[in-house]
Structures are given as C-alpha cells and as structure tokens.
C-alpha cells in the first residue's frame, strides 16, 4: 500500500456578506463585524422574514464577461469569483489533467428556477430559457470553474445540505492524500436568499423572524430562535505537497484530517444526544493522527438553532470532556449561515485563524445557556498559541463533516 502523500493548501478565495474576498472577509471577521442587515434582493413584506445576510457591492461584471454572466446563476457568480482569487494565488499548474475541481451548492440556482417559473406561468413554458436548465443545477459552479481554468481533473459535486462545503474540501483532501489528484479547486456556493427559500425554511421554523440585527444570529445564545440565512462563496485550492514544492508554491496551511457520518435519525433534527457530531469529529481526529487534546480552537457549525447548538454542546463535551476548555466559536454570528458554502467559508476563516494565531469571536453573546456552557470566545476574538483547528459541519438529512487543519510555518516546514 502506498504511503498517503501531505496535503497542502495553496490558494483561498471568498465572496461573504462580510468581504468580497478573503482579506477583506478575515479582516471583518477580526473585528466582529456584522454582515446582517434588512433584506434588500427582493420586497421580504410577504415573508415572515426581514433579516438576511446579503453579499454587498457585488460587481460581477468586474470579474466576467457580461456575456457569460448571462448564463450564470447568482451562485455560480460567486463561485467563479472565488475560484479566480484562489487559483490566482495559487499560481499556474503544468498539468491540469490531475487538476479536480468540487465545488457544491446545497440549493443551487433556486433564483433561477423561480424566475422562470414565473416567466412560464406568464408567457407560457414554451419561453423559457435555453439557458434555465444549466443555470439551476447544482454541479454547474464546479463545471463553469473547470471549463474556465482548463481543469481536466475530477469534476463534481457534493451535495449534503449545509455539509456540502465541508463534504467537497475533505473528499478533495482524500483525493489528493491517495494520489488520484495533485491538486484540486475546492469548497461551496450558495445565493439562496429568495422568497422561495426564505418562505419554505421559515415555515419550518428554522428561521431568525426578528427585526434587530444585533440579536438575530446568536449562536449557543439562550435567546437564540432560528438561523439567519447568508449567502456567497469559498473556495480552495488542495495540493499535494512535493507537488507545491516543486511548483514553488506559497503554502498556506495543512489539511490534515477528515471525518464525514451521518446520524440516520432524522430528516432536519440533530441526534439529541450530540453522538453522531462527535463520532463525526473522533473521525477526524484519528484521521489526522493526533488527539482531543491537540486542538486548539473549533469553528463551530453554530447555527443559532435551539436544537443544533444544544447538540453540538453535547457533541463537543463527548469528545473534549465534559469541564472542555478550548475555545469554540460561530462566525455564522457575523455572516449568517451559507448553506452549502458555510463549511469552506469557515475553513478558511480557521486557515487564517492558524497564520494570525487570532480566533475570532461569536459576536453578539448577551445571554449565557447552562446548557450550551462551552467558551464560545464571545465578543471579543482573541490572540492565541494554535496549531490544529478544526470545524463543524452538519446538514439536514444527518450529514455530519469534520475538518482539521494545521498551521504552516514561513520557513516551509509544518508545525510539528
């Protein structure tokens, strides 16, 4: 059997209701900065929602050709954007053949399937787009990636709800630790704040139906009542790393560990017991071959659900010890839940998290749970010696993911 090979992160891109790409996001990020605001795509009067955290100053014309833009669904705008930011830090490739790309969406073009609904029940089905059907699918991000940069690798999509971006990273890591690929364009999109979605999660309950943007996303909050929905894209680039070396890459950080189950329990609810999240990240955590102990702060999935936040209390005690001190935090507080690109945009908040040696808070903490009593880093980031990270993603439908990334030090060598 051949030995599993390291795998390296070489590029990051990001589209977030906080930044238009990952400095900018990160540097939001630090300072606790809100991305929630009143709904502005579309009039929310008919929805029991007025919350959302929308991409600002979106320019897509910048960064593609109108003509193409046509063609795209807002989710693969953003997609598109990311991927360019990642690659173009990356640098070139000398064969792309063994270039992958996955790249999910939980939803996928939902605007898209709605405004030709519309259109057809006005000027009859006959009339609508040639360009609905590849607009709406949900693998179209990582197909428009792959035909953009020439990437002949791997293409596909994950799609496992609210995991999907954390599903895409780690089966790209998997792909590239076995051999099958040497690199890979990586992560998740989503752009599903519509009437539609907004409409259907909120009649579920799920949603944060009040007016004050400061106490809407309030994960492990004991006032918390619903998840506020938040748009946009992050994307990496995977790379095996004598592959990198040889390129003369710029290494960003390690990927090191990957966990992925599902708690066959229930089509939306957690297991109530959190065992299914943490058998999620014990998997990880032997993947990447360490311990509990070497983890030195969590990005939470963090919904500010009453049940998703409760479990994954459990979860994290079952794993790190009931009395468990290491910091944990939901910067969905700041960007509001992604769906299908949370997990991506939250690894790379934790890659930045590693170069800093910054953990970044849950913004907006006011009333403490007894029962969510974890150190949720609240308000207020804070320096700290780390050098494994790991982060949370759990979908409806059961899926669980698990990431566990590594700080890279400047001389080339990782922390060991």
């Known amino acids: 059997m051949s030995l599993k090979k390291r795998v390296v992160v070489t590029g990051m891109g990001m589209v977030s209701p906080i930044g238009n790409n990952v400095e900018e996001s990160w540097n939001a990020a630090k300072k606790g900065e809100c991305g929630i605001d009143e709904i502005t795509q579309f009039d929310a009067s008919m929805t029991a929602v007025s919350l959302a955290a929308e991409v600002k100053d979106f320019h897509p014309e910048e960064h593609l050709e109108k003509k193409s833009l046509r063609k795209m669904d807002r989710f693969v705008q953003f997609a598109m954007v990311a991927a360019d930011e990642a690659l173009a830090q990356a640098g070139e490739f000398p064969d792309k053949s063994k270039v992958g790309t996955i790249v999910s969406s939980g939803i996928g073009g939902l605007r898209v399937i709605e405004k030709e609904q519309d259109h057809g029940r006005e000027a009859g089905f006959k009339r609508i787009s040639p360009y609905f059907i590849p607009m709406a699918i949900s693998n179209m991000a990582a197909g428009q990636i792959a035909i953009a940069h020439g990437l002949t690798g791997l293409s596909t999509c994950v799609v496992t ?14 792909k590239i630790r076995d051999g099958y690929l040497s690199a890979c364009v990586c992560g998740g999109t989503e752009a599903s704040i519509t009437p539609l979605a907004l409409g259907g999660f909120a009649s579920m309950k799920a949603l944060c139906t009040g007016t004050d943007k400061e106490r809407a996303s309030i994960p492990f909050d004991k006032e918390r009542h619903g998840f506020v929905m938040g748009e946009g894209a992050g994307i990496l680039v995977l790379e095996e790393y ?37 058998e999620c990240m014990k998997l990880a955590i032997s993947d990447a071959g360490i311990t509990p102990e070497n983890i030195g702060y969590i990005n939470a999935h963090g919904t500010s659900t009453p049940l998703n936040d409760l479990g994954e209390t459990k979860a994290v005690k079952l794993v790190f010890g009931e009395e468990t001190k290491v910091p944990i935090s939901s910067t969905k507080s700041m960007t509001g839940h992604l769906l299908g690109a949370s997990g991506a945009v939250e690894a790379i908040f934790c890659l930045k998290a590693l170069e800093d040696q910054y953990l970044p808070a849950t913004i907006h903490y006011k009333v403490p749970d007894e029962e969510c009593n974890l150190d949720v880093i609240p308000n207020q980031g804070r320096e700290a010696d780390v050098t494994y990270a790991l982060s949370n993603s759990l979908g409806f439908g059961g899926h669980n993911a698990t990431l566990i990334m590594k700080r890279w030090e400047e001389d080339g060598n990782a922390v060991r």
């Open 242 to 278: 004598e592959h990198a070396k040889a390129r003369g890459a710029h290494i960003l950080g390690e990927m090191v560990g990957y966990g992925t189950n599902c708690d066959a329990y229930h089509i939306t609810a957690p297991l109530p017991d959190g065992s299914g999240a943490a």
């Open 161 to 174: 709800a609210c995991a999907s971006g954390t599903n895409a990273i780690g089966e790209a890591f998997l």
